[in-house]
């Protein structure tokens, strides 16, 4: 699962913390400004009766996401569009290997469910970019580097970027979540697509459209 889909219910709801939605947030954030550091459920456990509440909640939040992602990768709609779309990609881009169109299969099911959300659930994107806006970003780096044990101080940047640029916003366009598609396989060094992606893109969202609530845990 990606961003807008670990906070969505609890964005509808309106009964969470905005330190809750970005502790949904943080494991995924970690893979972009430091991936050696991982925050777990396990580790964010102790914390949960934490006197600080700010703290208790992110603590819960990062749990919220773990559990999440467990339950979103056994589900037999996750599995059987990202395979689905692994073979398609792999055939379009003549990969000889499954690892680039193996990795585009998985994310490209989540990406996509974010895009719609964003469709289906109108001013979802803007609720969650308020509640991240008001998040103290210093903070949450702080916390987390005590929860994780690691580096995790550039979060205080990173944070602050994330909500500036909003490229969640981006999903909503074919020709822009390409684009932040190849950043991603630019970051794990992965080649680049041309415009074989951007072809595909409408009938994927459909596929991921039509099984969102199957995708989405409760």
């Given at each position: 699962?990606?961003?807008?889909?670990?906070?969505?219910?609890?964005?509808?709801?309106?009964?969470?913390?905005?330190?809750?939605?970005?502790?949904?947030?943080?494991?995924?954030?970690?893979?972009?400004?430091?991936?050696?550091?991982?925050?777990?459920?396990?580790?964010?456990?102790?914390?949960?009766?934490?006197?600080?509440?700010?703290?208790?909640?992110?603590?819960?939040?990062?749990?919220?996401?773990?559990?999440?992602?467990?339950?979103?990768?056994?589900?037999?709609?996750?599995?059987?569009?990202?395979?689905?779309?692994?073979?398609?990609?792999?055939?379009?881009?003549?990969?000889?290997?499954?690892?680039?169109?193996?990795?585009?299969?998985?994310?490209?099911?989540?990406?996509?469910?974010?895009?719609?959300?964003?469709?289906?659930?109108?001013?979802?994107?803007?609720?969650?970019?308020?509640?991240?806006?008001?998040?103290?970003?210093?903070f949450v780096a702080d916390a987390v580097c005590e929860l994780s044990g690691g580096r995790a101080e550039s979060l205080?940047?990173?944070?602050?970027?994330?909500c500036e640029v909003q490229f969640l916003r981006d999903y909503l366009d074919d020709s822009l979540l390409a684009f932040?598609?190849?950043?991603?396989?630019?970051?794990?060094?992965?080649?680049?697509l041309t415009g074989e992606l951007v072809e595909l893109l409408p009938a994927m969202f459909a596929s991921v459209a039509?099984?969102?609530?199957?995708?989405?845990?409760?």
């Amino acid at each position: 699962m990606n961003y807008l889909a670990h906070a969505h219910r609890f964005l509808i709801t309106g009964n969470e913390s905005a330190n809750f939605i970005a502790g949904t947030a943080v494991p995924d954030w970690l893979n972009v400004v430091n991936r050696k550091v991982r925050c777990r459920a396990r580790q964010a456990e102790p914390f949960v009766g934490h006197e600080n509440a700010r703290l208790a909640d992110l603590a819960r939040g990062i749990i919220q996401h773990h559990a999440d992602d467990a339950w979103f990768h056994s589900t037999r709609a996750f599995t059987e569009l990202s395979i689905d779309f692994s073979l398609q990609l792999r055939e379009r881009l003549g990969d000889i290997s499954d690892l680039r169109s193996g990795f585009l299969g998985h994310i490209m099911v989540e990406l996509l469910m974010d895009r719609a959300l964003a469709e289906r659930e109108v001013g979802l994107l803007d609720r969650y970019y308020e509640m991240m806006q008001s998040v103290d970003a210093p903070f949450v780096a702080d916390a987390v580097c005590e929860l994780s044990g690691g580096r995790a101080e550039s979060l205080a940047q990173w944070i602050p970027r994330f909500c500036e640029v909003q490229f969640l916003r981006d999903y909503l366009d074919d020709s822009l979540l390409a684009f932040r598609v190849n950043q991603v396989l630019a970051r794990v060094r992965l080649d680049p697509l041309t415009g074989e992606l951007v072809e595909l893109l409408p009938a994927m969202f459909a596929s991921v459209a039509g099984r969102l609530d199957e995708l989405l845990p409760t």
